[in-house]
């Protein structure tokens, strides 16, 4: 295997588990939040705002990791 093919399935690679981690990990905050705000209704305001925050924060990590595979795909720092 050439060093493109390499980094085109490193690139891949970071990009697909990441959104594989983001999607899981924003399903299971959900969730969480559905079954917090279902015991306590009172609290649903704030637990929303902390489900938010959290969301774009998971979402951030899994653009970063965009952003790296776009770096090793398009300014490949190995050399070709």
């Known amino acids: ?3 493109v093919a ?3 399935l490193a690139c891949g690679l970071i990009i697909g588990l990441g959104a ?6 924003i ?3 959900g ?3 559905l079954e ?3 015991r306590q209704p009172e609290l649903m305001n704030a637990l ?3 489900m938010f925050l959290l969301a774009g924060l998971i ?3 899994f653009l970063i990791g965009v952003g790296i595979a776009m770096l090793f795909a398009f300014a490949n720092p190995f050399g070709a």
Do not use: E, F, P, R
């Open 1 to 3: 295997m050439s060093n």
């Open 6 to 8: 390499l980094v085109a």
């Open 20 to 25: 594989l981690g983001a999607c899981i990990g």
């Open 27 to 29: 399903g299971l905050m």
């Open 31 to 33: 969730g969480k939040y």
């Open 36 to 38: 917090s705000a279902a």
């Open 48 to 50: 929303q705002t902390k």
């Open 59 to 61: 979402d951030a990590a």
